[in-house]
């Protein structure tokens, strides 16, 4: 009787744990979610009355010149910031997790961009970018330095890729230096009697050891930097001339304030799908890899 009464107490205790968390993430994600794609099927505005339209909004996406534009530009934007994040994320994880002196401190002073919050990165940027740099560039007569990078309808999507690559490291990098921890030291200990360089280290050794941490920050970074959002919103609000407006600010931007709620909402549910798709792939490719070494 004692333990069923034990176990009793622990299954009351498990859903008393439980059945708030589920709760909870149903009405903030799975139900906005839901109303969201039954948005998509609808005129509405944001306000007021709507009709359901079927299947137009859909349609009418892929003839949108802007929605398209915002596709391209989050594409780009999304494939330099994840191999620049991973690679500078794993070069740094490399050397923290090398024989240096406040070795602690400085993994805590690299993770410090993923506490600040990034909207307060973006505004601290933007003076840099429109302020500080020019008056450097002007102060040691660099022309291209002179005025803000922001400003430029070619080059301001470059602004905002240093901003979010500059806090996304932080976290990969954690990542990484976990995953170089999990190298046993006998490997190393292998190569070196092999008479392996230090590439070969890295490339025969390390790498391979590394393969599923390298699989979860490329859909983690992928993920992160197609949805971009508060860069874009502190920096250039998708200018100059919509150059830098990605698919995320043009949802919030045009659903919110410009009267397309339900066609935003379908570019919202495709838009999903096509995340959820780019990390099916990304999986299935390093799955592969890692099968094969």
Same mark, same amino acid.
């Given at each position: 009787?004692?333990?069923?009464?034990?176990?009793?107490?622990?299954?009351?205790?498990?859903?008393?744990?439980?059945?708030?968390?589920?709760?909870?993430?149903?009405?903030?994600?799975?139900?906005?979610?839901?109303?969201?794609?039954?948005?998509?099927?609808?005129?509405?505005?944001?306000?007021?009355?709507?009709?359901?339209?079927?299947?137009?909004?859909?349609?009418?996406?892929?003839?949108?010149?802007?929605?398209?534009?915002?596709?391209?530009?989050?594409?780009?934007?999304?494939?330099?910031?994840?191999?620049?994040?991973?690679?500078?994320?794993?070069?740094?994880?490399?050397?923290?997790?090398?024989?240096?002196?406040?070795?602690?401190?400085?993994?805590?002073?690299?993770?410090?961009?993923?506490?600040?919050?990034?909207?307060?990165?973006?505004?601290?940027?933007?003076?840099?970018?429109?302020?500080?740099?020019?008056?450097?560039?002007?102060?040691?007569?660099?022309?291209?330095?002179?005025?803000?990078?922001?400003?430029?309808?070619?080059?301001?999507?470059?602004?905002?890729?240093?901003?979010?690559?500059?806090?996304?490291?932080?976290?990969?990098?954690?990542?990484?230096?976990?995953?170089?921890?999990?190298?046993?030291?006998? %490997? =190393?200990?292998? @190569? +070196?009697?092999? $008479?392996?360089?230090?590439? !070969?280290?890295?490339?025969?050794?390390? #790498?391979?050891?590394?393969?599923?941490?390298?699989?979860?920050?490329?859909?983690?970074?992928?993920?992160?930097?197609?949805?971009?959002?508060?860069?874009?919103?502190?920096?250039?609000?998708?200018?100059?001339?919509?150059?830098?407006?990605?698919?995320?600010?043009? %949802? =919030?931007?045009? @659903? +919110?304030?410009? $009267?397309?709620?339900?066609? !935003?909402?379908?570019?919202?549910?495709? #838009?999903?799908?096509?995340?959820?798709?780019?990390?099916?792939?990304?999986?299935?490719?390093?799955?592969?890899?890692?099968?094969?070494?």
């Amino acid at each position: 009787m004692s333990k069923r009464k034990a176990l009793s107490s622990n299954n009351r205790t498990y859903l008393a744990m439980t059945i708030p968390i589920v709760i909870l993430f149903f009405l903030f994600n799975t139900l906005p979610l839901i109303t969201g794609a039954v948005y998509s099927f609808t005129n509405y505005r944001g306000y007021g009355t709507f009709d359901f339209v079927g299947l137009r909004n859909y349609i009418d996406l892929f003839s949108d010149e802007r929605v398209l534009h915002s596709y391209l530009f989050t594409f780009k934007y999304a494939i330099a910031g994840t191999v620049l994040v991973n690679c500078l994320s794993l070069l740094l994880a490399m050397g923290l997790n090398s024989r240096i002196r406040c070795k602690s401190l400085l993994r805590g002073v690299y993770f410090v961009p993923n506490i600040l919050g990034g909207l307060i990165v973006g505004y601290i940027f933007s003076f840099i970018f429109t302020y500080i740099i020019p008056a450097v560039g002007k102060a040691m007569h660099i022309g291209f330095l002179e005025n803000s990078i922001l400003a430029s309808e070619k080059y301001a999507w470059i602004g905002v890729l240093v901003v979010g690559v500059w806090q996304a490291v932080a976290m990969n990098t954690i990542i990484y230096i976990s995953g170089l921890q999990t190298v046993p030291a006998d %490997i =190393y200990e292998a @190569g +070196m009697i092999d $008479g392996a360089n230090p590439w !070969q280290k890295f490339w025969k050794l390390t #790498f391979p050891m590394l393969l599923p941490f390298v699989s979860i920050n490329l859909i983690l970074s992928t993920k992160n930097m197609m949805m971009v959002f508060d860069q874009i919103m502190s920096l250039t609000k998708g200018g100059p001339a919509q150059s830098t407006e990605s698919i995320s600010y043009l %949802i =919030y931007k045009n @659903g +919110m304030d410009g $009267g397309q709620f339900g066609f !935003q909402s379908a570019n919202a549910v495709v #838009f999903f799908i096509v995340i959820v798709a780019f990390s099916i792939i990304q999986m299935k490719i390093t799955g592969k890899k890692e099968e094969q070494l």
